[in-house]
């Protein structure tokens, strides 16, 4: 949560007491909730040049991605048998990854694009050849725990130029009409990217409200006209039949007010944060580097390669300290394993376990990472300790084995 953005509360706090009504309902409450819905709705969709019809509000981000990757993937199936291949990115948020195990259990043939040494996703040389066969395809704006930038221009123009190679009649205002879907998660992207849905190329995308400043359970997905979902979610038909259920009017209106804001100070904010990289950047300790090159990465996701496999030490050292940060995505916070992604980078198992993961926000200042910067060294100590102790216990161990031969 970002307590910055007030206008997001104010307008929650409002809609909480004028519209606690369901928006379906066709009494008085009912249709003021309504009214404030549509509103909402059409105000997301000015904010990211999308029509109103094309906004689908959500529960956050997660719940976005997985609308928009499978029940994109199966509605392209449904209509076109043939359509049987799906391709992420490694440097997707698990929200997009996790689809792969639902979509291969239903049959579908799920591809990841790999990772340069960058942390850039590759596409294929041969993507084109696999687009008659594809139902949907997805990359990140930014990967959510490198920061890095990812090739969705690229991704577009080849399977917008491949598709219309092989099928010339068929433009991408028919989204989805025997062509594959693409799909994108923006959520590290409102904040520093301009964003224009209708002149991006992409048929879906996912947003979440907590990222900008709105309260957590509340995102959005947008679709074009004509794209197929099918929705795990039938009920009561509520958001174009794809989410059934109450909207949620408070965090509508709040996420509309979050994204006016995150667009109004897009420019100075993106300025903010790059001259804060910068700063950090040049006051590392030798032995600490980052992971990606800055000229490929968010400035709000500074990504670290620190000398420790015991990234949770560090942690504890540095939040005793009074500075936050964490060792990946922040949904994977208080566990310790080697990070996916940076083994899919070509790192080793124990370079992928010694990284930090630091998010900057509005309010973040340069007296926050000269705390950071005077914290880092003894909270490296601190994890260097348990690799101390864990070379004894390994040699230990091993001498009694020859001992006991």
């Known amino acids: 949560m970002l307590p910055e953005v007030e206008e997001a509360w104010v307008a929650a706090v409002r809609a909480l007491r004028v519209a606690p009504g369901n928006p379906a309902a066709l009494h008085g409450g009912g249709?003021?909730?309504?009214?404030?819905?549509?509103?909402?709705?059409?105000?997301v969709g000015a904010a990211l040049g999308a029509e109103r019809a094309e906004v689908i509000f959500t529960s956050g981000a997660t719940e976005s991605c997985a609308l928009g990757v499978s029940g994109g993937a199966r509605g392209v199936r449904a209509?076109?048998?043939?359509?049987?291949?799906?391709?992420?990115?490694?440097a997707d948020h698990?929200?997009?990854?996790?689809?792969?195990?639902?979509?291969?259990?239903?049959?579908?043939?799920?591809s990841a694009f790999a990772l340069d040494g960058r942390g850039?996703?590759?596409?294929?040389?041969?993507?084109?050849?696999?687009?008659?066969q594809t139902a949907l395809l997805t990359v990140p704006m930014v990967c959510s725990e490198l920061g890095t930038i990812q090739p969705l221009e690229e991704l577009v123009a080849r399977v917008r130029a491949g598709c219309n190679d092989a099928v010339p009649e068929q433009t991408h205002d028919t989204?989805?009409?025997?062509?594959?879907?693409?799909?994108?998660?923006?959520?590290?992207?409102?904040?520093?990217?301009?964003?224009?849905?209708?002149a991006m190329g992409v048929d879906l995308l996912s947003l979440g409200g907590h990222k900008i400043g709105a309260p957590?359970?509340?995102?959005?997905?947008l679709a074009k006209r004509g794209t197929p979902l099918a929705t795990d979610r039938p009920g009561g038909g509520h958001e174009r039949g794809i989410r059934s259920g109450t909207p949620d009017v408070a965090g509508a209106v709040a996420l509309a007010a979050a994204l006016e804001h995150a667009v109004s100070v897009r420019d100075a904010h993106y300025a903010h944060m790059a001259e804060l990289r910068d700063y950090l950047v040049n006051?590392?300790?030798?032995?600490?580097?980052?992971?990606?090159?800055?000229?490929?990465?968010?400035?709000?996701?500074?990504?670290l390669s620190i000398p420790t496999t015991h990234p949770e030490a560090v942690l504890m050292a540095m939040d005793m300290a009074g500075v936050m940060v964490s060792a990946g995505s922040a949904c994977h916070a208080g566990v310790t394993r080697p990070s996916a992604m940076v083994m899919a980078m070509g790192r080793s198992a124990d370079?992928?376990?010694?990284?930090?993961?630091?998010?900057?926000?509005?309010?973040?200042?340069?007296?926050?990472?000269?705390?950071?910067?005077?914290?880092?060294?003894?909270?490296?100590?601190?994890?260097?300790?348990?690799?101390?102790?864990?070379?004894?216990?390994?040699?230990?161990?091993?001498?009694?084995?020859?001992?006991?031969?």
Do not use: C, W
């Open 31 to 43: 249709r003021t909730a309504k009214r404030m819905l549509e509103d909402a709705r059409e105000r």
């Open 79 to 90: 209509r076109h048998p043939q359509r049987q291949k799906v391709f992420y990115s490694l």
């Open 94 to 110: 698990d929200a997009v990854a996790h689809q792969e195990g639902v979509l291969t259990a239903e049959g579908f043939q799920v």
């Open 120 to 132: 850039v996703s590759i596409l294929p040389d041969n993507l084109e050849s696999m687009l008659p």
């Open 175 to 198: 989204a989805g009409e025997g062509t594959p879907l693409i799909h994108t998660d923006a959520a590290q992207a409102i904040r520093t990217h301009a964003i224009d849905f209708a």
């Open 216 to 221: 957590v359970g509340i995102g959005a997905l």
């Open 283 to 303: 006051h590392l300790p030798e032995d600490v580097a980052v992971t990606v090159p800055t000229e490929v990465a968010s400035p709000a996701i500074i990504h």
């Open 351 to 405: 370079q992928a376990l010694g990284v930090l993961r630091i998010s900057l926000g509005e309010r973040s200042s340069r007296a926050d990472l000269e705390r950071f910067v005077a914290a880092l060294p003894a909270a490296i100590r601190a994890g260097q300790a348990l690799d101390a102790r864990d070379t004894r216990k390994t040699t230990h161990t091993a001498a009694n084995k020859r001992s006991a031969q």
